[in-house]
């Protein structure tokens, strides 16, 4: 990354393209990003991952050579050679070798199913390791510790953190921070070990099956991950006679010259003139862009870079900037902490009132304010204890980017302040965040202060007299709120007419979902009848979700969870006969993965017979209505929960949204249906039913906040028919409940106020509309089978039906099948499906296609 930053650097200043670029890298492929290494579990490609703008190298004429490090430096007749054989000259050498992964030597470390956790290819070898282990651990509860055990855990596997300090990110957060840390990832089914180091790994047959731990623990694992601290690449170095630091690390100065004045250094392989090895790759780019200057005839030191850091570990914010340990002299500290909540905030204050550094564990929220006011030495703009307390405790809010002098770092990954934010807008005409993206590089890296710099670049725009269009796009100047008034009110039922009247030009791929989201709720027939067709999402366009090898998943409705062995008969002979992956997941649903285009009506005409309806995880819809057994089952349900949540599932499906809407139903206080984390939440006592709104999991969780007690059935039903119809009238394009009801002027009081005491005067209106979609609701696969015309679409060639897309391949794993990756010798199924289950008409038939990628 630091490499790559450099070469851009270079070639953007005056003179740089006068310089003769050879670039050895030792890995296979170019510059990736590896703060969002894990996203790569998630989903995100190799590619995707690449920091490499297409057609960089071979626009600036920069020589990259892939696989071919450098092996021998000779400073004397500057010289570097790489592991080719092939000798380069040079005139300048920068030394962007990084780290390495520091393992243990403890014995069994090098055993098969041992891992480090550093690059494409380390996560790849995991990944194909865990498909056959069930338990793994993780030697390091660091940043990169803990987002491997991240990815272990979403694998499946049972999860162990073994970490030597007594607490966990020891180097980023104080003893508080790591406790409220420590509770939340146990919650999530990770269990920690700390204070404890890996004495020894136990090997069975060549692979790693036992770990001793120095407490005297003793673990069974299949799999192994190393990430115990990293150590600087300066081998290199050393080998040629440059200096180096005693514990390590390239010597150099503020020019980030090495003891050679012809060889550079930048990244974590420089041990840098305050005498600090940098691991993070803020202060990696600011190096790279002092050698940039250097070479170009500048000068800008290096003499020491903002370490603080900001991310989500397993689901939990982690922040700490400053001073965060309360080293300096005369500090005092201002605390909060909610364990119950799994929040810790310390801030770490001067006696003058001056911000010096803090920890935020659990909510982050006020990061992107706190740090730059810390790194500006600016006195606070209020009391400490208002700016740690939450607001549902009173405190007001208090600062915001009004409050940030000029010189506060706003990005520091590229070392941008808020006056240079300011500048672009005001001297270098740039008008909307992507300008000053382009312009000043903030908000390019790690994207932690991509809130903030919004918030700078509006708030100058409108000091300018600049009015900051707040509509849904280039083509609406209206909010989605205000096109879902004028839709309703003016009668419209397609985009043409709404774009002639209200619009302008042709729409686009934000608008076009948008009304055709808000045309769905307000009941304007099928989906992919007439201009509603035109308009939908790539999901939406066939019913079904594509997955990331171009097939589609199957998710029948199962409401409240409760299926009958019939019903589960169907699904199992459906996917057996398709060949289809088959999963149970955390909503109560089976999906059904693997379909081509053309096997979707198929699939879904056999599930419509049976009784089987869409579950529309395809769209911006309601999702589930998950539950626990309640009290016909349960000794401690108090309330029948099923009985709520089928009811509640059948009332609102197909309810179109701007996002996804999830539920549950508790049938007491125990909350087995984790009913507090769903946009709206039920949970039953003695004498009703609790209804929660606002609760959100994924990547930002949120706790959804009590609107209501103890309300009987009827009064229940109703309210979540206004809060709903209230949340799709007023909420931005795809803006979940959770951060809608943040934004809410009055928050939730005005909610009360308006759902339940009709201070608006609209509830006869939003239960209108409820009733509406509740009368008006057909099962959209039902509806589809039923026209020759809708059927049309589900093909994957036009020109060729029945035909199955040969691109869509798939390999044998687990009994059941997979996407083939890059790489993979996959097969093509055929439409018709296998005959006699998944693996064996995968690996055989005549009809199949065999294909290698």
């Not at 089952?633 to 949540?645: E, N, P, T």
Request: hydrophobic share 40%; charged share 25%; glycine share 12%.
């Amino acid at each position: 990354m630091v490499g790559q930053r450099f070469l851009e650097a270079l070639v953007e200043r005056e003179g740089g393209g006068d310089w003769q670029v050879t670039v050895l890298c030792e890995e296979p492929r170019a510059a990736y990003d590896r703060v969002h290494l894990t996203s790569y579990f998630s989903g995100l490609s190799a590619n995707e991952l690449s920091m490499v703008p297409a057609g960089f190298m071979a626009r600036h004429g920069i020589d990259l050579r892939l696989g071919d490090p450098a092996v021998a430096l000779d400073r004397e007749a500057r010289t570097v050679t790489a592991r080719s054989g092939e000798t380069f000259g040079y005139d300048a050498l920068v030394l962007a070798t990084g780290s390495y992964p520091f393992v243990p030597p403890v014995p069994g470390h090098d055993a098969d199913g041992c891992f480090v956790y550093r690059t494409i290819e380390d996560l790849e070898a995991i990944e194909a390791w865990a498909r056959t282990a069930k338990t793994g651990a993780v030697v390091g509860g660091g940043l990169l510790g803990l987002e491997a055990a991240g990815a272990l855990r979403a694998m499946g596997l049972d999860t162990h953190v073994v970490e030597f300090a007594p607490r966990l990110m020891a180097i980023q957060v104080d003893a508080g921070g790591g406790d409220a840390l420590r509770r939340k990832i146990e919650e999530l089914g990770v269990t920690v070990h700390t204070g404890a180091g890996t004495q020894e790994i136990g090997v069975v047959d060549g692979r790693a099956r036992t770990m001793a731990l120095s407490n005297g623990e003793s673990l069974d694992v299949d799999l192994v991950v190393f990430s115990a601290g990293v150590r600087p690449r300066d081998q290199l170095a050393r080998e040629s006679g440059l200096v180096v630091g005693e514990r390590g690390g390239i010597a150099v100065d503020e020019s980030c010259r090495t003891s050679d004045p012809s060889v550079w250094a930048i990244g974590e392989c420089a041990l840098a003139s305050d005498g600090r090895v940098y691991g993070l790759v803020a202060p990696g780019y600011q190096m790279a862009e002092t050698v940039a200057l250097e070479l170009t005839g500048g000068s800008r030191p290096f003499t020491g870079a903002d370490t603080s850091t900001k991310l989500k570990l397993l689901g939990v914010d982690v922040a700490s900037f400053g001073d965060a340990h309360g080293a300096s002299e005369g500090c005092l500290e201002v605390l909060y902490s909610n364990s119950r909540e799994g929040v810790y905030k310390k801030l770490v204050v001067a006696a003058d009132g001056r911000l010096l550094g803090g920890v935020l564990v659990g909510d982050a929220g006020s990061y992107d304010l706190l740090r730059p006011l810390c790194l500006a030495g600016s006195p606070l703009p209020a009391p400490p204890e208002q700016l740690v307390l939450p607001e549902s405790a009173g405190a007001p809010v208090v600062i915001g980017a009004s409050a940030l002098p000029d010189d506060a770092l706003v990005c520091s990954c590229h070392n941008v302040s808020k006056g240079a934010i300011r500048a672009a807008v005001s001297e270098q005409g740039c008008a909307d965040v992507p300008a000053v993206k382009k312009c000043t590089r903030a908000g390019t890296g790690c994207g932690s202060c991509v809130k903030m710099l919004t918030t700078i670049v509006q708030d100058e725009l409108v000091a300018n007299g600049v009015e900051v269009s707040k509509g849904l796009c280039e083509h609406f100047e209206h909010t989605r709120a205000e096109l879902f008034e004028i839709v309703q009110v003016r009668g419209i039922t397609g985009f043409t007419r709404l774009i002639e009247e209200h619009g302008t030009g042709l729409g686009c791929d934000v608008c076009k979902p948008a009304v055709a989201s808000i045309l769905a709720s307000l009941s304007n027939g099928h989906i992919l009848d007439g201009e509603q067709a035109a308009l939908q999402d790539t999901n939406d366009h066939f019913l079904a979700n594509l997955q990331r090898n171009g097939s589609y998943s199957v998710v029948p409705r199962i409401p409240g969870g409760e299926i009958t062995p019939e019903g589960l008969i169907t699904i199992g002979e459906i996917a057996r006969d398709f060949g289809l992956y088959t999963k149970i997941t955390g909503g109560q649903r089976i999906d059904m993965f693997g379909a081509s285009v053309d096997q979707l009506p198929l699939i879904w005409r056999r599930l419509v017979a049976a009784g089987f309806e869409s579950g529309h995880a395809y769209g911006k819809a309601l999702r589930t209505v998950k539950s626990c057994v309640g009290e016909t089952w349960c000794r401690y349900g108090v309330q029948d929960s099923v009985g709520l949540a089928i009811e509640l599932e059948l009332r609102y499906r197909g309810l179109r949204s701007p996002h996804k809407l999830k539920s549950a139903v508790s049938g007491c206080a125990r909350e087995c249906a984790e009913a507090q984390s769903k946009d709206f939440g039920v949970i039953a006592t003695s004498t009703g039913w609790n209804l929660y709104i606002g609760g959100n999991g994924g990547m930002t969780p949120r706790h959804a906040d009590l609107l209501a007690a103890d309300l009987d059935r009827e009064t229940l039903i109703r309210t979540i028919d206004r809060f709903l119809m209230f949340y799709i009238r007023t909420a931005d394009r795809l803006e979940r409940t959770a951060p809608w009801v943040e934004r809410m002027e009055g928050g939730l009081d005005h909610l009360r106020a308006v759902i339940m005491d009709d201070s608006l005067g609209i509830c006869d209106d939003l239960d209108e509309l409820m009733q509406r979609h509740v009368a008006t609701y057909e099962d959209e696969w039902r509806a589809t089978l039923e026209d020759p015309d809708r059927l049309r679409r589900f093909v994957s060639f036009v020109n060729a039906p029945g035909t199955p897309d040969p691109t869509v391949t798939f390999v044998a794993e687990r009994d059941q099948i997979r996407p083939a990756r890059p790489g993979e010798e996959g097969v093509s199924l055929p439409i018709e499906g296998p005959t006699d289950g998944p693996i064996a008409g995968l690996i055989a038939g005549p009809t199949l296609e065999v294909r290698t990628s």
